[in-house]
């Protein structure tokens, strides 16, 4: 579907105006544009005078996210260039993951038309490469996404490239380091793409039962242990949150389990447990959704997409400890047979929770997994990631994640991870009056608190599963999906927090 797995990857150590390139990008920060010597002289001097030109002519004042393209017409061995503007970020934004610089990597990949395109870092420190490198890796793969499926052939809008050269200073090319981490770039840019082609599935196609046998697909090519459950074995589980939700569907749940088991004593250390939402389509059940809140609805299984596609590099990097991805998968319908309101449902652990909103949905499966993952495998940590709640998009705007949890190393560690990662998550207090709020008259919780600190309650009603596990809760209802493209982000599925995940991974230390 996406194609950008099909695209080479290169470090190139060349000089980069003697690149013959479709495209020869460079960031450029807003004084630099000044800078009487520079790289940016010798690129004006080899095309006449014509860049400085055209840099006054457009008023390019390298603002973040401006972009300068020029026809090179025979002067330079690459056939155009372009300016990225990076405002005052002369280092690329290296304190916010080189964001920045992948954002702006992401912008050449849509202004190229073929053939290679070549990247230049900005001017760093030697021990910045790696990670600079990365940062284009991904930026320039993942910005030349697109979702073409639902597209017929004769309007499928090309490949923007075929082959990406990742330019860095000449000693720098061959070390293993920078190699290592284009690698990784490009692999986390893969999984990425696989996340975003699930998340883009109309729900009808991307149903329980198909997002199961992806999920055990990409296990069976990473190599790692799957197991898919059924609504009989969800029920001998005694996952009675999971069932209400389920019942009103005419597909049937799937609860699927993936596992990264290292070699030898080291299987045995307490594992790392990231479990995913998985609704695939949210009507609201008998709580029903208006349509223009349903429409977007077929993304509520976004965070299950994030997980397998992070296992699937976890595979690949291969941690000396356990790492488990799970997700249940259902949807969440009305119908005649669809739990209700005032419905009471008892958990996997046995608490007693009174449904006061079939549309408080994601938190009900959640309360099961999050229970049963904290009985089953003891976890060193244990991070879920959901599309949980309108009311994190109304704290935190529509593409920072919300990130609560107790305080504690496992949300200190997701925290760092997204910075590393360049993923915009933001910590949201687990306000501890709010909990009085999920009390229920007729049963130990009931699944829906006030309208005001939505996001907080939920978070609540998870801890209240999660019980003494170290854990971390990552409410990515506003960035899992884009309105409109920005950077490398195209319109639609994100992909979102499989670079996180993947980052925390690599950090963890195994106890
Ligand atoms: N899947 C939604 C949350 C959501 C909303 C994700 C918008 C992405 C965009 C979730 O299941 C839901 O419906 N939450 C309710 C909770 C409420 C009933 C307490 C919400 O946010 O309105
Ligand atoms: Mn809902
Ligand atoms: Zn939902």
Redesign the pocket.
């Known amino acids: 579907m996406s194609r950008t797995e099909a695209i080479a990857v290169d470090v190139s150590g060349a000089a980069p105006l003697s690149i013959r390139a479709g495209l020869l990008a460079i960031p450029v920060a807003a004084g630099e544009l000044g800078d009487r010597r520079g790289r940016l002289r010798e690129l004006d001097r080899r095309l006449g005078g014509h860049l400085l030109a055209a840099v006054r002519a457009e008023r390019f004042e390298a603002k973040a996210g401006e972009l300068l393209v020029l026809p090179t017409l025979g002067r330079l061995p690459a056939e155009r260039v372009a300016l990225l503007g990076m405002g005052a970020r002369a280092d690329g934004g290296e304190e916010a993951g080189f964001e920045p610089l992948r954002m702006a990597a992401g912008r050449a990949a849509r202004a190229a038309r073929g053939g290679l395109l070549a990247v230049a870092l900005p001017e760093l420190a030697p021990g910045r490469i790696a990670a600079a490198a990365r940062a284009v890796a991904e930026g320039a793969l993942l910005g030349a996404y697109r979702f073409e499926a639902y597209r017929r052939e004769a309007k499928r809008a090309p490949r923007p490239f075929d082959r990406l050269a990742v330019v860095v200073p000449g000693p720098q090319a061959r070390a293993a380091e920078v190699r290592a981490a284009v690698e990784l770039g490009g692999a986390l840019a893969g999984a990425v793409a696989w996340a975003r082609d699930l998340v883009n599935l109309g729900p009808s196609e991307c149903t329980p039962t198909r997002l199961a046998s992806a999920a055990a697909r990409l296990a069976a090519d990473a190599g790692l242990e799957c197991t898919v459950r059924g609504p009989r074995q969800i029920a001998a589980l005694g996952m009675g949150m999971f069932q209400g939700v389920t019942r009103g569907s005419a597909e049937a749940p799937r609860l699927v389990t993936l596992v990264h088991r290292p070699r030898g004593a080291a299987a045995r250390r307490r594992p790392v447990v990231l479990i995913g939402k998985a609704?695939t389509f949210?009507s609201?059940g008998l709580?029903l959704?208006p349509t223009e809140?349903m429409v977007?609805?077929h993304?509520?299984m976004a965070g299950s997409a994030a997980v397998v596609a992070a296992m699937k590099v976890v595979a690949a990097l291969a941690p000396p400890f356990p790492v488990v991805g799970l997700f249940g998968a259902c949807e969440?319908m009305p119908g005649g047979r669809a739990y209700k309101p005032s419905d009471v449902l008892t958990a996997f652990d046995g608490q007693t929770v009174e449904v006061t909103?079939t549309?408080?949905?994601?938190r009900l499966v959640l309360g099961d997994l999050l229970a049963w993952a904290a009985a089953t495998w003891k976890p060193a940590a244990m991070i879920d990631v959901a599309?949980?709640?309108?009311?994190c998009?109304v704290a935190l705007g529509p593409t920072t994640a919300g990130l609560l949890g107790p305080d504690g190393p496992v949300v200190d560690a997701v925290a760092a991870a997204a910075r590393r990662a360049g993923e915009d998550v933001w910590r949201l207090p687990l306000v501890e009056a709010l909990a009085e709020q999920l009390k229920s008259e007729r049963a130990d919780l009931k699944n829906?608190g006030d309208r005001m600190g939505?996001a907080i309650s939920?978070a609540h009603f998870l801890a209240a599963f999660a019980r003494g596990t170290p854990w971390a809760h990552l409410d990515i209802?506003g960035p899992?999906?884009a309105a409109k493209e920005r950077g490398y982000v195209p319109a639609g599925g994100t992909g979102f927090a499989v670079r996180t995940l993947v980052e925390f991974v690599r950090g963890w230390k195994p106890t």
């Open positions: 609704i949210d609201g709580s959704k809140s977007t609805m993304s509520d969440n909103n549309d408080a949905e994601g599309t949980l709640t309108g009311a998009m829906t939505g939920a209802a899992s999906h």
